[in-house]
């Protein structure tokens, strides 16, 4: 048999922990402090854990794709939180629509481009 797989939780660094902390509490992640250096930031089944570490060609190279329900919904949300208002370096880029379904774009700040989409059904 082979077992379920439950979750993935990549780790991201941060290039200003508490500020990166403080960007992803007001995107609605809830912060379980694990160690002094290290966070895990969950919202419903989602995850990923922060560091305190930054490595400039590894953060400027990750990429994380979360998938949402409505990407428009999302992108509303988005656009309520005035995260480009609080946080320098943050940008948003709006829903597009592509073949496969939709998405939009944020960079946090330091400069992880997340990736909210969601699939066309087949």
């Known amino acids: 048999m082979i077992p379920k797989l439950k979750s993935i939780r990549p780790f991201i660094g941060a290039q200003n922990f508490e500020i990166s902390r403080n960007f992803y509490r007001d995107m609605g992640f809830q912060e379980v402090v694990l160690e002094s250096k290290l966070s895990l930031f969950t919202r419903e089944e989602i995850g990923f854990y922060l560091q305190d570490y930054y490595a400039k060609d590894w ?8 998938e949402v329900a409505n990407t428009d919904e999302f992108w509303k949300e988005l656009l309520s939180l005035e995260l480009t208002k609080k946080y320098e370096n943050v940008r948003l880029t709006p829903v597009r629509t592509m073949d496969w379904g939709k998405e939009c774009f944020v960079h946090d700040p330091s400069g992880i481009l997340w990736h909210f989409g969601e699939f066309f059904k087949k």
């Open 59 to 66: 953060v400027d190279n990750t990429m994380i794709f979360m």
